[in-house]
């Protein structure tokens, strides 16, 4: 089970390794399509302004060539390049655009409003349309997560459908039926490590002070081999540790001294690292204080 930060990863990693993000984006509104279609014959497509709601105009386009009566309310004009192809896309085919707020007339709504990431309860104009969904009688669908979760207030779907991975915290009674859909992320992107990966890595706070955003000890080098000791500790530096120790031998600290600034340095051993008791006391204080 993924989480929020674990599908932005993805989409990040997606991008370096060059997939064709829109290739997705049309997969996954298909995906949509193909499943709500065997529900009703009149639908509803509710979309917001970010890809969530590019994912809603590709579902409502392929509604329209199945021969299904499909209308598109938008509650926010697209920002994304992407949702605002999209759009122009549904507009060239004639699809309409619904302005009224009677939803009981419609068969299934499609809910591409808000997709993963929100912090807290939906602001204005998603809380009142949250709301007008969720009064209506017709069958609802939502796109990857219902608008508004994983808050207290959210679409009370009766089904969801969810691109490539169930994200946490999603079950039955917050998301009804879950129907999880590959949309054609290419290995690589979900199984090796990418500059996605750095998004797990938290922001120091400005007021935090030294040693507040972590403490690494480390143990390297030797005095014929001391480079992996820089790259060791320049790295830690670089991922947000604002104090780090290096153990090395004295030959080895003589020779990696003049390529960091941001270390404190102590040797142990001459040529060879040796365990002294210094280290295993800063590992015991500073560690497991």
Same mark, same amino acid.
């Given at each position: 089970?993924?989480?929020?930060?674990?599908?932005?990863?993805?989409?990040?990693?997606?991008?370096?390794?060059?997939?064709?993000? @829109?290739?997705?984006?049309?997969?996954?509104?298909?995906?949509?399509?193909?499943?709500?279609?065997?529900?009703?014959?009149? $639908?509803?497509?509710?979309?917001?302004?970010?890809?969530?709601?590019?994912?809603?105009?590709?579902?409502?386009?392929?509604?329209?060539?199945?021969?299904?009566?499909?209308?598109?309310?938008?509650?926010?004009?697209?920002?994304?390049?992407?949702?605002?192809?999209? #759009?122009?896309? =549904?507009?060239?085919?004639?699809?309409?655009?619904?302005?009224?707020?009677? +939803?009981?007339? $419609?068969?299934?709504?499609?809910?591409?409003?808000?997709?993963?990431?929100?912090?807290?309860?939906?602001?204005?104009?998603? !809380?009142?349309?949250?709301?007008?969904?969720?009064?209506?009688?017709?069958?609802?669908?939502?796109?990857?997560?219902?608008?508004?979760?994983?808050?207290?207030?959210?679409?009370?779907?009766? $089904?969801?459908?969810?691109?490539?991975?169930?994200?946490?915290?999603?079950?039955?009674?917050? =998301?009804?039926?879950?129907?999880?859909?590959?949309?054609?992320?290419?290995? @690589?992107?979900? +199984?090796?490590?990418?500059?996605?990966?750095?998004?797990?890595?938290?922001?120091?706070?400005?007021?935090?002070?030294?040693?507040?955003?972590?403490?690494?000890?480390?143990?390297?080098?030797?005095?014929?081999?001391?480079?992996?000791?820089?790259?060791?500790? #320049?790295?830690?530096?670089?991922?947000?540790?604002?104090?780090?120790?290096? !153990?090395?031998?004295?030959?080895?600290?003589?020779?990696?001294?003049?390529?960091?600034?941001?270390?404190?340095?102590?040797?142990?051993?001459?040529?060879? $690292?040796?365990?002294?008791?210094?280290?295993?006391?800063?590992? @015991?204080?500073?560690?497991?204080?």
């Amino acid at each position: 089970m993924y989480d929020f930060l674990d599908a932005r990863i993805l989409d990040r990693n997606a991008i370096y390794y060059n997939v064709d993000m @829109e290739k997705l984006m049309e997969n996954a509104g298909a995906a949509v399509a193909n499943f709500a279609s065997k529900l009703g014959n009149k $639908f509803l497509v509710i979309v917001g302004p970010g890809n969530n709601g590019g994912d809603g105009y590709v579902a409502a386009k392929n509604l329209k060539m199945m021969k299904k009566d499909v209308q598109i309310k938008i509650l926010l004009e697209p920002e994304s390049p992407l949702a605002i192809k999209k #759009k122009h896309e =549904c507009e060239k085919i004639g699809i309409p655009f619904y302005n009224s707020e009677n +939803y009981n007339e $419609f068969d299934v709504i499609i809910d591409a409003l808000l997709g993963i990431g929100i912090k807290g309860i939906p602001r204005e104009p998603y !809380f009142s349309e949250i709301n007008r969904i969720n009064q209506s009688r017709a069958l609802k669908v939502s796109v990857d997560v219902p608008s508004g979760f994983p808050s207290d207030h959210s679409v009370k779907a009766d $089904f969801t459908v969810t691109m490539q991975f169930i994200k946490k915290g999603m079950n039955e009674s917050r =998301c009804g039926k879950i129907i999880v859909v590959d949309v054609g992320f290419p290995p @690589e992107t979900i +199984y090796n490590i990418g500059p996605g990966e750095m998004l797990a890595f938290p922001k120091n706070s400005p007021d935090s002070h030294k040693g507040d955003n972590g403490i690494l000890i480390a143990v390297a080098g030797s005095a014929e081999y001391y480079g992996s000791a820089v790259y060791t500790v #320049k790295s830690a530096l670089r991922m947000g540790v604002d104090l780090v120790y290096l !153990f090395t031998p004295v030959m080895a600290a003589n020779r990696i001294s003049p390529h960091v600034y941001d270390v404190i340095i102590r040797d142990s051993g001459r040529e060879y $690292f040796e365990i002294r008791a210094d280290l295993l006391n800063m590992i @015991e204080k500073k560690m497991w204080g």
